[in-house]
């Protein structure tokens, strides 16, 4: 029988969202945790009852994991953010009237609402339906999984690819298919690899070492020190989405060819934003050659395996691993999170190859969100916030403290209407916490406007550390790169973006003119 929530309902106000049972006024919540406390008829209101003292207390401890983590202010608080397809890069929140303008989304070009992406999702949804059926070795293969593994394949110009159903579960499967099979195998893992990553590497079982990130000098020094005839694999991503920062492909290829290792990538955070046909990092490192033909012998060549997913730069959702023929029918053939699973439905996988056609055909986007890239930082950084330089498309804007992130992030979503992820401890070093700003192609130059004002009016309220502060490192404690110089020339090149240095954009080799010494609110 439907079954209505009796002493619990909930009223929401201005600035909180108060909880009420049995007509007293419980909790004050802020509105970031809405989602967690709207009302739901489904929703069990009951507490699961207590075992008895001598039995362990389920319950008790997992209030205590959650209380540990809301005291070292690692908890994450879920915002109900429901982006608009046709108004992208706005989302409503808890009231669809609203209108917040989303700067952390991984849909960096918009394709989640691209025009054909969805009309191709239409088509196939109608007629193969919303599921598919079971895994890929019962009903779940079909022709859209061959086509878009094909089209992957091309992408990388590898012989094969497997589509599997996160980029989370990709970097998973065939790291632990790749360290279990390969006997002796050692891993060699970039110090600021992503999770799945290391998950993948913990359960292959095989040895690691860490290497610093970027830092080629401990990387060869790990290389060094393991037997010639040992199986090796470089873990490595080309754009690491926290801080910006680029890998050394080319270099780190070299001293994989020295001491012969393979070279796994992954190229997740730049699917879709570089390279002439949006294949990643390794294809821009040849834009012009890519750009007119097929060339053999490129960065992208020398790369063994790369690892991608759908769900950013082509607006999907899935993940993948492309390769040698001998090496995608390896994972294929024993990967138990690729064989146990049901597979993406049909329109999903269809979606994602539609995402792909079209970003190989359309440069346009990926172009238009380095220029935005480019104008948002040069911006922030005459103003003297705290943006950590790199060569990429993300924008780290440094707080570095916890609650203080915590709470910029609430006033620009409550009071500004902009959507900004506060990046906390441990997806960061404590010290580090940051406002990860990620541009995208839609963004105008009034959202862009709003964003700098706003940043700007909330920094000098909360007086936060500004740019300056940052670079004179006052307790010389965080270790960060803040000389634009030194971190390099931007992936994408002026003339490729067809700007003019010294116009509007940001160009790491004319900096210093930029950096003022501009206190905040002064
Ligand atoms: C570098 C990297 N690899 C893999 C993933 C996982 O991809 P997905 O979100 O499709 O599971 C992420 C997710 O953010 C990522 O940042």
């Given at each position: 029988m439907f079954r209505l929530p009796t002493a619990h309902s909930t009223l929401r106000r201005a600035q909180c969202h108060t909880v009420i049972k049995?007509?007293?006024?419980?909790?004050?919540?802020?509105?970031?945790?809405?989602?967690?406390?709207?009302?739901?008829?489904?929703?069990?209101?009951?507490?699961?009852?207590?075992?008895?003292?001598?039995?362990?207390?389920?319950?008790?401890?997992?209030?205590?994991?959650?209380?540990?983590?809301?005291?070292?202010?690692?908890?994450?608080?879920?915002?109900?953010?429901?982006?608009?397809?046709?108004?992208?890069?706005?989302?409503?929140?808890?009231?669809?009237?609203?209108?917040?303008?989303?700067?952390?989304?991984?849909?960096?070009?918009?394709?989640?609402?691209?025009?054909?992406?969805?009309?191709?999702?239409?088509?196939?949804?109608?007629?193969?339906?919303?599921?598919?059926?079971?895994?890929?070795?019962?009903?779940?293969?079909?022709?859209?999984?061959?086509?878009?593994?094909?089209?992957?394949?091309?992408?990388?110009?590898?012989?094969?690819?497997?589509?599997?159903?996160?980029?989370?579960?990709?970097?998973?499967?065939?790291?632990?298919?790749?360290?279990?099979?390969?006997?002796?195998?050692?891993?060699?893992?970039?110090?600021?690899?992503?999770?799945?990553?290391?998950?993948?590497?913990?359960?292959?079982?095989?040895?690691?070492?860490?290497?610093?990130?970027?830092?080629?000098?401990?990387?060869?020094?790990?290389?060094?020190?393991?037997?010639?005839?040992?199986?090796?694999?470089?873990?490595?991503?080309?754009?690491?989405?926290?801080?910006?920062?680029?890998?050394?492909?080319?270099?780190?290829?070299?001293?994989?060819?020295?001491?012969?290792?393979?070279?796994?990538?992954?190229?997740?955070?730049?699917?879709?934003?570089?390279?002439?046909?949006?294949?990643g990092v390794a294809e821009h490192l040849d834009y012009e050659a890519h750009r007119t033909e097929r060339p053999q012998g490129t960065v992208m060549d020398r790369i063994d395996i790369f690892a991608g997913a759908l769900g950013k730069g082509f607006g999907t959702m899935g993940g993948y691993v492309a390769g040698s023929a001998a090496l995608i029918d390896m994972i294929r053939s024993v990967s138990s999170g690729f064989i146990f699973t049901t597979a993406q439905p049909p329109p999903i996988m269809a979606g994602a190859k539609a995402a792909i056609d079209f970003q190989r055909r359309n440069p346009q986007s990926r172009m238009e969100l380095q220029r935005n890239v480019r104008a948002v930082k040069k911006a922030f950084r005459e103003h003297g916030l705290p943006v950590l330089p790199n060569q990429s498309h993300i924008v780290p804007l440094m707080v570095g403290d916890s609650a203080k992130c915590q709470q910029v992030a609430d006033i620009l979503f409550d009071e500004y209407q902009i959507y900004a992820q506060p990046i906390n401890n441990p997806s960061v070093p404590r010290g580090q916490e940051r406002l990860r700003i990620s541009p995208t192609a839609s963004h105008t130059p009034a959202q862009q406007q709003h964003l700098l004002s706003s940043v700007v009016e909330v920094w000098g309220r909360l007086g936060l550390p500004t740019l300056r502060d940052w670079e004179r490192d006052v307790d010389g404690k965080v270790k960060l790169d803040w000389d634009p110089a030194r971190v390099g020339s931007p992936v994408w090149s002026n003339k490729q973006l067809d700007v003019a240095p010294r116009e509007l954009l940001f160009d790491p080799s004319t900096s210093s003119v930029t950096l003022e010494d501009t206190r905040l609110g002064q």
């Amino acid at each position: 029988m439907f079954r209505l929530p009796t002493a619990h309902s909930t009223l929401r106000r201005a600035q909180c969202h108060t909880v009420i049972k049995a007509g007293k006024v419980v909790s004050t919540l802020p509105r970031r945790c809405l989602a967690t406390v709207t009302h739901d008829p489904f929703r069990p209101v009951s507490r699961p009852s207590s075992r008895g003292p001598q039995w362990f207390p389920y319950e008790e401890h997992y209030e205590s994991v959650i209380t540990r983590k809301k005291t070292d202010k690692s908890y994450r608080w879920f915002r109900n953010v429901n982006r608009l397809a046709q108004e992208f890069p706005y989302a409503h929140s808890a009231d669809e009237q609203s209108r917040v303008d989303v700067w952390c989304t991984n849909d960096y070009l918009g394709m989640g609402g691209n025009p054909e992406v969805i009309q191709t999702m239409h088509a196939v949804l109608d007629k193969y339906g919303a599921c598919s059926g079971g895994s890929r070795n019962i009903s779940g293969h079909n022709k859209h999984a061959i086509a878009l593994e094909d089209t992957l394949a091309q992408l990388h110009n590898k012989e094969a690819s497997l589509y599997l159903n996160s980029g989370y579960t990709a970097n998973d499967c065939a790291l632990t298919v790749l360290g279990s099979q390969l006997p002796g195998c050692v891993f060699l893992s970039d110090a600021s690899n992503h999770a799945s990553i290391i998950e993948g590497i913990r359960h292959s079982g095989a040895s690691k070492k860490i290497w610093g990130h970027n830092d080629l000098e401990d990387l060869e020094n790990k290389l060094k020190s393991i037997p010639k005839d040992t199986p090796k694999i470089i873990v490595f991503e080309s754009v690491y989405s926290m801080c910006g920062t680029v890998s050394p492909i080319e270099k780190i290829c070299d001293l994989a060819d020295k001491y012969g290792a393979i070279t796994y990538i992954d190229e997740v955070h730049a699917l879709g934003l570089y390279g002439p046909h949006g294949a990643g990092v390794a294809e821009h490192l040849d834009y012009e050659a890519h750009r007119t033909e097929r060339p053999q012998g490129t960065v992208m060549d020398r790369i063994d395996i790369f690892a991608g997913a759908l769900g950013k730069g082509f607006g999907t959702m899935g993940g993948y691993v492309a390769g040698s023929a001998a090496l995608i029918d390896m994972i294929r053939s024993v990967s138990s999170g690729f064989i146990f699973t049901t597979a993406q439905p049909p329109p999903i996988m269809a979606g994602a190859k539609a995402a792909i056609d079209f970003q190989r055909r359309n440069p346009q986007s990926r172009m238009e969100l380095q220029r935005n890239v480019r104008a948002v930082k040069k911006a922030f950084r005459e103003h003297g916030l705290p943006v950590l330089p790199n060569q990429s498309h993300i924008v780290p804007l440094m707080v570095g403290d916890s609650a203080k992130c915590q709470q910029v992030a609430d006033i620009l979503f409550d009071e500004y209407q902009i959507y900004a992820q506060p990046i906390n401890n441990p997806s960061v070093p404590r010290g580090q916490e940051r406002l990860r700003i990620s541009p995208t192609a839609s963004h105008t130059p009034a959202q862009q406007q709003h964003l700098l004002s706003s940043v700007v009016e909330v920094w000098g309220r909360l007086g936060l550390p500004t740019l300056r502060d940052w670079e004179r490192d006052v307790d010389g404690k965080v270790k960060l790169d803040w000389d634009p110089a030194r971190v390099g020339s931007p992936v994408w090149s002026n003339k490729q973006l067809d700007v003019a240095p010294r116009e509007l954009l940001f160009d790491p080799s004319t900096s210093s003119v930029t950096l003022e010494d501009t206190r905040l609110g002064q």
